[in-house]
């Protein structure tokens, strides 16, 4: 199975500050479609989980341009620019590219 | 609208069978795939495995020999059912479609006697 690590675990970071994630995979996640099989998700408290990202690099629809993604075949961040409050959550890459899909152990972003 | 809703029991017992239903609607199970995936409290993401728009499924090798997915296109509903389920089975169970980009709401299920 592909291993997605995560750092760091948590991140506090002061409203209007930036935040990066980075997620590493133990396998390029580069598919023979030349599609980049990363993807990132925001999980607020309580609720299910959100797409942000998809390959590696999109911004799902409704996601505000404050979140960029960019990254190698094996090494990828997340970037929050200017955090606001409704950005609380734990924050998770996952892949597609073959079977099993899984998952990050997940970021947890606060705000002090 | 897209909508997603799981349903099921919320206690199951120790060696039994979970079974699941996810209802859609906003779109059609022969269009889009359906995904499952779980989160045991306070941890992480599983995939679990998937029905695709075309029928065919595809599951998780670390619960493939205790899993299997169907449907019934004609309610838009797609079935989790999974047996000889164990504490570390109790989780919130999603329904999830295509790319992840819509899920339900998610349903706990405890295993416990």
């Known amino acids: 199975d592909i291993v997605l690590t995560q750092a760091p675990l948590s991140v506090s970071v002061t409203p209007g500050e930036s935040a990066s994630i980075s997620c590493r995979s133990s396998k390029s996640l580069l598919s023979s479609k030349g599609i980049t099989s990363l993807y990132w998700y925001l999980q607020r408290p309580g609720k299910s989980p959100q797409l942000l990202i998809y390959q590696m690099s999109n911004l799902a629809s409704g996601v505000p341009d404050r979140f960029s993604s960019s990254g190698s075949e094996t090494d990828f961040t997340l970037k929050i620019s200017k955090v606001e409050t409704e950005d609380v959550g734990v924050y998770y890459c996952?892949?597609?590219?073959?079977?099993?899909?899984?998952f990050g152990a997940g970021t947890k972003l606060e705000l002090k | 609208e897209v909508q997603l809703k799981e349903s099921g029991p919320g206690l199951v017992q120790p060696s039994q069978t979970l079974s699941l239903t996810c209802t859609v609607s906003?779109?059609?199970?022969?269009?889009?795939?359906v995904h499952w995936v779980r989160q045991p409290p306070g941890k992480g993401l599983e995939w679990m495995g998937v029905?695709?728009?075309?029928?065919?499924?595809a599951y998780n090798s670390a619960l493939k020999s205790r899993l299997s997915i169907s449907r019934d296109t004609s309610k838009s509903q797609v079935f989790l059912k999974m047996n000889s389920l164990q504490t570390e089975d109790t989780a919130i169970y999603y329904c999830?479609?295509?790319?992840?980009?819509?899920w339900g709401q998610g349903v706990m299920v405890t295993v416990s006697s």
């Open positions: 996952g892949h597609r590219l073959e079977y099993p899909y899984t």
């Open positions: 906003g779109f059609s199970l022969t269009d889009y795939s």
């Open positions: 029905m695709w728009s075309g029928g065919s499924t």
């Open positions: 999830t479609r295509d790319t992840f980009d819509y």
